[in-house]
């Protein structure tokens, strides 16, 4: 089995990469999920996240409104570690149980951590295999106004947030071209399983 930790900053194309190998066959555990499972509605983490931050993060529901937590967290670096010192625990036990029941379904020959936060979590290590998705920040900001509809400054925050694109590169094993078309972003994938299961 194949252990490979997937990342990139936010926008780069790490999700298109992350589905086509999940078509080539890997088991991909995908770490987003992970976190919002962590803070559903009923759960240890959002209690603890509605401590830290207060009530105004929730919606009337009880669920969390990600879009409030942001404008706390995003430019505030205490916050910020905060919000990772309570779901990034919580992530690791999801990961690692996901983990070992598709290693104990034996159907596992390739397990894929999508993990956006990787390298700034310092689990770079922490794989056979670690690939970075990689895409300039300038680019990546215009992706996030113009496909998710952020506003210019949300775009900058969330990419300053994250660790330098240059560091990402440097820990990585194989880095993937996100600055083109979804097709060629495709095409080096196809062309990374054939070199990592061959």
């Known amino acids: 089995m194949i252990r490979i930790g997937l990342t990139g900053g936010i926008a780069a194309g790490k999700s ?4 086509r190998l999940r078509e080539l066959g890997a088991v991909v555990i995908d770490h987003d999920q992970l976190a919002r499972d ?3 509605v009923g759960t240890d983490g959002l ?3 509605e401590d ?3 009530p105004e993060i929730l919606h009337p529901d009880g669920s969390l409104n990600r879009t409030a937590l942001a404008s706390v967290v995003f430019g505030d670096e205490d916050s910020l ?10 992530v690791e036990t999801l990961s690692d149980e996901a983990e070992h029941g598709a290693a104990a379904e034996g159907a596992a020959k390739v397990i894929v ?3 956006p936060l990787l390298i700034e979590t310092g689990q770079q290590d922490d794989f056979d295999h670690l690939v970075v998705v990689h895409a300039p920040a300038d680019l990546r900001i215009a992706r996030l106004v113009e496909v998710r509809h952020m506003s ?3 775009a900058r925050r969330r990419v ?14 194989t880095v993937l071209d996100g600055t083109k078309t979804p097709d060629d972003l495709r095409r080096q994938v196809d062309d990374l399983w054939q070199k990592l299961t061959s």
Request: charged share 25%.
């Open 81 to 90: 570690r905060d919000l990772n010192g309570i779901v990034h625990p919580i």
């Open 38 to 40: 962590a803070v559903a």
């Open 113 to 115: 951590h999508d993990i």
């Open 152 to 154: 210019l400054p949300d």
């Open 160 to 173: 300053a947030s994250q660790v330098p694109d240059q560091v990402r590169v440097d820990a990585a094993d």
């Open 47 to 49: 209690r603890q996240l």
């Open 16 to 19: 298109v990469a992350s589905q």
């Open 52 to 54: 830290r931050f207060g």
